[in-house]
């Protein structure tokens, strides 16, 4: 998915300091996006406060509503976009030649190292779609190298006493994503079954960072009620997570090592200076080879937008 802001902010990604558990609840905001034909998205991430979560350095929620979703070719550079559907369809074509469809339970994975344009437009007339697209950032040893793509019909499912889990990437309680990862990472949607008493999710990983959402319904995590919209940050040393849901719920973890590398975000690209992203926009913008070629949208694309009358320079995180 692109980031269609008509003047996007930079952001820097720093690295997280390590820390103990916290629970910290951080609000999402609403981002309209006038290339969708006035869909509006709910961008979770990046904050200022919290810019990253391990290696996840974007996530936006789009719908539910009934829209018709038509994104253009654009780039990327830097990064891999997780596509993960929750309902309706969508058709993902990119540079490689990718033409696939994607519903909801199955993931779509993207890898752009250097240079990948792709099309996403939702399937129907004026569906029910509802979406999340995530971006997780390459480490430099893979963030100049060849594009890939990947799509998995057949993910891993966790469960538990009271709860189970489809784990889209990496690993949790046991089972693990066959899709392909750079930084150790984890996400996953969970489902915790009505009751009164705990559902204990084990084997977290002490040394990742890890936030959850509530996507649907409402639960107690960490000792704080939440209900569908806000992320709450939990910070590194959990070994488990107690989710409480009289009703039942739906929610999404991610999860990481902390990034080591300071990262700049512009737009639809990930990278480590000021020349590198703007070569990048120069390079869309020339029609340069290194994006290729979304086959059947003729001269269609998502022009980028005017870099800043600056230079690009980092944010400081706010969470310490």
Do not use: K
Not at 108 to 121: A, P, W
Not at 178 to 197: H, N, Q, R
Not at 198 to 220: C, H, K, N, Q, W
Not at 303 to 308: E, G, I, M, T, V
């Amino acid at each position: 998915m692109s980031n269609l802001d008509v003047a996007p902010a930079e952001s820097t990604c720093h690295r997280t300091e390590g820390r103990g558990p916290v629970a910290i609840l951080l609000e999402a905001r609403q981002v309209p996006l006038g290339g969708l034909r006035g869909l509006t998205v709910t961008r979770t991430l990046p904050q200022r406060a919290l810019p990253m979560v391990g290696a996840w350095t974007f996530f936006d929620q789009v719908g539910p509503e009934r829209a018709d979703m038509r994104l253009l070719p654009h780039p990327h550079i830097g990064l891999q976009t997780v596509t993960w559907p929750l309902l309706g369809e969508v058709r993902h074509r990119d540079s490689l030649g990718s033409d696939t469809r994607i519903r909801p339970g199955e993931l779509n994975l993207m890898t752009s190292g250097r240079g990948i344009s792709h099309s996403e437009f939702s399937l129907g007339e004026l569906p029910m779609i509802r979406a999340l697209q995530l971006w997780v950032a390459l480490p430099a040893d893979r963030a100049q190298g060849e594009p890939a793509f990947e799509q998995h019909r057949n993910l891993p499912l966790a469960t538990g006493d009271g709860w189970r889990a489809t784990v889209f990437i990496g690993e949790l309680a046991g089972p693990t994503s066959p899709a392909t990862v750079y930084s150790p990472l984890v996400g996953a949607e969970i489902s915790v079954d009505p009751g009164p008493t705990d559902a204990e999710i084990p084997s977290l990983r002490t040394d990742f960072e890890y936030a959850v959402m509530v996507l649907d319904g409402s639960a107690t995590i960490a000792g704080v009620e939440l209900t569908a919209g806000p992320l709450l940050y939990l910070g590194q040393g959990r070994s488990d997570l107690a989710v409480t849901s009289p009703a039942g719920a739906r929610l999404l973890i991610l999860g990481g090592a902390p990034f080591e590398e300071e990262l700049l975000m512009w737009w639809n690209f990930v990278g480590r200076s000021h020349e590198e992203i703007a070569q990048a926009r120069d390079d869309w913008q020339s029609h340069d080879n290194r994006f290729g070629i979304v086959e059947g949208h003729g001269a269609q694309r998502i022009p980028a937008p005017p870099l800043p009358d600056l230079r690009l320079t980092p944010r400081r995180r706010g969470l310490r």
